[in-house]
């Protein structure tokens, strides 16, 4: 099938004014401002905990919006147009977007960190637009071309999943470990998916939501446990029971962000084992640092995605090592989006696709 062109394409945009606020705009085309860049039609976007995040209370952290931004960045689409320096893609490529674009030159990005980067300008996130938008302008370097067997929709997962991937890097796993994952929303049932994948013979999903164990043990988990109201310390004891680890797992991955979730990680790992962070909540908590310490656990953060996490990702979609299609409960229509944003802030879905504007469905 041909690419669209661009004069065909609109560029109606889904825009957060403030808190609880969103309205459709038609924005300006973008046009290619490297010879090194490609435009692309947005075919699916997926809604992120951020987006829902900006959405009711308008700012995450320091990051505030204070003039109108479109959301999104969890997205697909086809290639329309690329700079003449461009020989990675051509028109009509489906591809992933990754949506954070770092400077290229300052320290992090030279050691390969570029997650780090102190000028990443990242899609959705004051003061950059995002990608429910009907075109969107893109280095041609960051845009990752679709095997034929993986779908756009699928294309759109694969930002979360890269997210995944970061995280499991981090906590280095290997054949025959044993990882318990906190939290089983999407971007926790994609490390339980990407740690199983690494070859981790026992995968425990924790929740106190027993629905979400239950998609849990169906998708990747080889163990789910419902976290109960009593002390992190029992909590983790009856993880340990449950997969017959008295002396604790090889890694934990908080994809929380909860406290008792987090103090409960530190009491279920074992000596020497890894802990890795890569949920996020209220920027201080209480820790429990004495486990720290006389486990001597290596701890690490885990922020976005860098050098070759978005390829693996879509490697692990394209062999069916992880099937991002499970977590789409439903895709809609660009028009439904506010209806969408809804659902997700409710809890009513794990994955919900919008349709580009320009995309039928």
């Given at each position: 099938?041909?690419?669209?062109?661009?004069?065909?394409?609109?560029?109606?945009?889904?825009?957060?004014?403030?808190p609880?606020?969103?309205?459709?705009s038609?924005?300006?085309?973008?046009?290619?401002?490297?010879?090194?860049?490609?435009?692309?039609?947005?075919?699916?976007?997926?809604?992120?905990?951020?987006?829902?995040?900006?959405?009711?209370?308008?700012?995450?952290?320091?990051?505030?919006?204070?003039?109108?931004?479109?959301?999104?960045?969890?997205?697909?689409?086809?290639?329309?147009?690329?700079?003449?320096?461009?020989?990675?893609?051509?028109?009509?490529?489906?591809?992933?977007?990754?949506?954070?674009?770092?400077?290229?030159?300052?320290?992090?990005?030279?050691?390969?960190?570029?997650?780090?980067c102190?000028?990443?300008a990242?899609?959705?996130?004051?003061?950059?637009?995002?990608?429910?938008?009907?075109i969107?302008?893109?280095?041609?370097?960051?845009?990752?071309?679709?095997?034929?067997?993986?779908s756009?929709?699928?294309?759109?997962?694969?930002?979360?999943?890269?997210?995944?991937?970061?995280?499991?890097?981090?906590?280095?796993?290997?054949?025959?470990?044993?990882?318990?994952?906190?939290?089983?929303?999407?971007?926790?049932?994609?490390?339980?998916?990407?740690?199983?994948?690494?070859?981790?013979?026992?995968?425990?999903?924790?929740?106190?939501?027993?629905?979400?164990?239950?998609?849990?043990?169906?998708f990747?988990?080889?163990?789910?446990?419902?976290?109960?109201?009593?002390?992190?310390?029992?909590?983790?004891?009856?993880?340990?029971e449950?997969?017959?680890?008295?002396?604790?797992?090889?890694?934990?991955?908080?994809?929380?962000?909860?406290?008792?979730s987090?103090?409960?990680?530190?009491?279920?790992?074992?000596?020497?084992?890894?802990?890795?962070?890569?949920?996020?909540?209220?920027?201080?908590?209480?820790?429990?640092?004495?486990a720290?310490?006389?486990?001597?656990?290596?701890?690490?953060?885990?922020?976005?995605?860098?050098?070759?996490?978005?390829?693996?990702a879509?490697?692990?979609?394209?062999?069916?090592k992880?099937?991002?299609?499970?977590?789409?409960?439903?895709?809609?229509?660009?028009?439904?989006?506010?209806e969408?944003?809804k659902?997700?802030?409710?809890?009513?879905?794990i994955?919900?696709?919008?349709?580009?504007?320009?995309?039928?469905?």
């Amino acid at each position: 099938m041909a690419a669209p062109k661009k004069d065909d394409l609109s560029n109606l945009s889904f825009i957060l004014n403030k808190p609880n606020e969103v309205t459709f705009s038609d924005r300006p085309k973008p046009t290619l401002s490297s010879p090194h860049d490609v435009l692309v039609a947005v075919n699916y976007t997926g809604i992120c905990g951020s987006d829902i995040h900006y959405y009711l209370h308008g700012a995450i952290g320091h990051f505030v919006v204070k003039d109108p931004m479109v959301l999104g960045h969890e997205s697909s689409g086809t290639v329309i147009e690329a700079g003449e320096g461009v020989s990675s893609l051509k028109v009509g490529d489906r591809v992933a977007i990754e949506p954070g674009y770092p400077c290229r030159r300052c320290h992090d990005c030279r050691a390969g960190q570029y997650n780090l980067c102190p000028e990443m300008a990242f899609a959705a996130t004051p003061p950059y637009d995002g990608t429910l938008t009907g075109i969107w302008s893109a280095p041609a370097d960051f845009c990752y071309k679709l095997p034929d067997n993986v779908s756009l929709q699928e294309g759109a997962l694969i930002e979360p999943l890269a997210v995944a991937v970061h995280i499991v890097k981090q906590a280095i796993i290997t054949p025959g470990q044993s990882v318990v994952v906190m939290g089983a929303g999407p971007v926790g049932l994609l490390c339980a998916a990407v740690a199983k994948a690494y070859g981790a013979s026992k995968v425990v999903s924790v929740d106190i939501v027993q629905s979400k164990l239950d998609f849990a043990k169906d998708f990747a988990a080889t163990h789910t446990y419902s976290s109960q109201r009593v002390s992190p310390e029992e909590n983790a004891k009856n993880i340990l029971e449950l997969v017959g680890l008295p002396r604790g797992v090889d890694a934990v991955i908080d994809a929380s962000g909860a406290e008792p979730s987090i103090q409960t990680s530190l009491h279920t790992v074992r000596m020497g084992g890894t802990y890795v962070q890569g949920g996020m909540g209220k920027p201080d908590i209480n820790f429990p640092i004495m486990a720290l310490c006389l486990k001597e656990v290596t701890a690490k953060g885990s922020f976005r995605y860098g050098a070759g996490d978005y390829q693996l990702a879509v490697e692990l979609v394209a062999t069916g090592k992880v099937d991002v299609k499970k977590l789409v409960t439903a895709t809609v229509a660009f028009e439904k989006a506010e209806e969408a944003f809804k659902k997700v802030k409710e809890g009513e879905a794990i994955k919900v696709l919008i349709a580009g504007p320009n995309e039928k469905i």
